[in-house]
């Protein structure tokens, strides 16, 4: 099969997003798939309907993902569904599931209107989505594991409903209802805490990187679609922002599906190389345990960082483990790659410069 797919760079500062596009043919590019995985920023929605007719040649796309309803993957979106001719969108509508959480989220103080209003108001680029597809007739289908979608070549391995329902009862928006003043102090300590002044040595065999606590990322990312993309023998998989959980519901769920695991082409570590969403075992369990120092590359983990999001975006400790797990490790960091088959045209692009193991990493 041929496909390539592209990063398009996100964010000029330190604030990562991710804007993915790809297309893929089975009949030697006689007919195409083309895709978009969230949009990014405005700006970067913006290059993608320049990206995918130069590229791709085509004005229409078959299918957009919004991966999860936050700013930097949403927002894009809405230029790409104005300017391209858009057949379907993949993407929860947290607006549509009051009555199923309901029960679980209030004591019957908070209307069910007033609930739904507060997830339409707290997600406004992801509602933006859904308006412009139904005022465009665009059919617009929920991303769950096991519901139908047509898409050829693409599983969605997360989330489940139940698992996505799970997430939602936790969104921002419906527990800022409840949520008390003390919480809502150390949750915005814990987000100040985020800028790194010290580096630690770390080895091969000397993993820095640590399982991160549960509730280190938010609900809202750890909703977010989980992409399979199987190419003939090939297997690209993409993690959107979700976390430890969220990939251990992608892992329960392929395990279900009969998926194998550890043999993949292409992997988008989640949250733009964060290393709040990974640790050591969901990383074993998804790529497979630690290589011999110096063994080549078995795949490419291509991660979406902003220019300056170091060493946030991505985390020095996580590309480490990656490399460790048999990763080629490439980040977009201001440029667009792109990660291609075998037959694909050429560009005349560079080859990408990958990460090097890093013989010291950010300390906590
Ligand atoms: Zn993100």
């Known amino acids: ?14 604030k990562s997003g991710d804007a993915i596009s790809l297309r893929y043919s089975s009949d030697g590019g006689a007919t195409w798939t083309i895709g978009v995985i969230d949009g ?14 130069h590229y791709y040649g085509s004005d229409s796309v078959d299918f ?30 947290p607006w549509d599931h009051v009555d199923e959480i309901y029960h679980l989220v209030t004591d019957g103080r908070v209307s069910k209107d007033s609930l739904r209003r507060r997830l339409i108001e707290g997600h406004p680029y992801a509602y933006a989505v ?9 059919p617009i289908i929920e991303p ?28 921002r928006s419906i527990t800022e209802v409840t949520e008390d003043e003390q ?21 091969w065999d000397d993993e820095k990187l640590v399982d991160p606590a549960e509730d280190a990322v938010s609900s809202e990312n750890n909703s977010g679609v989980v992409s399979l993309f199987t190419f003939g023998e090939k297997k690209a998989l ?47 369990s998804l790529l497979g345990t630690k290589r011999p120092q110096g063994s080549s590359s078995e795949y490419t983990a ?25 990763a080629l490790v490439i980040a977009t960091q201001g440029s667009a790659k792109n990660h291609f088959s075998s037959g694909m045209p050429g560009r005349g692009w560079q080859i990408a410069k990958p990460l090097p193991f890093y013989d010291n990493v950010e300390d906590d």
């Open 183 to 203: 919480r809502s102090f150390f949750n915005a300590l814990r987000r100040a805490a985020t800028t790194v002044s010290n580096w630690i040595a770390e080895t």
């Open 302 to 326: 291509l991660i979406s960082a902003s220019k300056e999001g170091e060493p946030k975006h991505p985390s020095k400790r996580v590309v480490n483990a990656l490399i460790r797990r048999g």
């Open 40 to 53: 990014g920023t405005q700006q970067s929605g913006e290059a993608l309907c320049e990206h995918i007719p």
């Open 1 to 14: 099969m041929l496909y390539e797919i592209d990063f398009l760079p996100v964010g000029d500062n330190e």
């Open 238 to 284: 993409l993690a959107a922002d979700v976390g430890v959980s969220g990939l251990r519901e992608a892992i329960n769920n392929a395990q279900a599906l009969g998926i194998a695991l550890n043999d993949f082409s292409f992997f988008q570590p989640p949250h733009h190389g964060s290393k709040r969403n990974v640790g050591p075992a969901v990383l074993d």
């Open 130 to 138: 859904e308006e412009k597809a139904v005022a465009q007739g665009i």
């Open 144 to 171: 769950f594991t096991y519901a139908y979608h047509g898409i050829p070549n693409l599983t969605i391995v997360a989330p489940t409903r139940d698992y996505y329902l799970s997430c939602l009862v936790n969104f």
């Open 64 to 93: 957009v993902i919004c991966t999860h309803p936050d700013q930097d993957h949403a927002s894009g979106l809405s230029c790409v569904l104005d300017n391209l001719d858009v057949s379907q969108v993949l993407m929860h509508r």
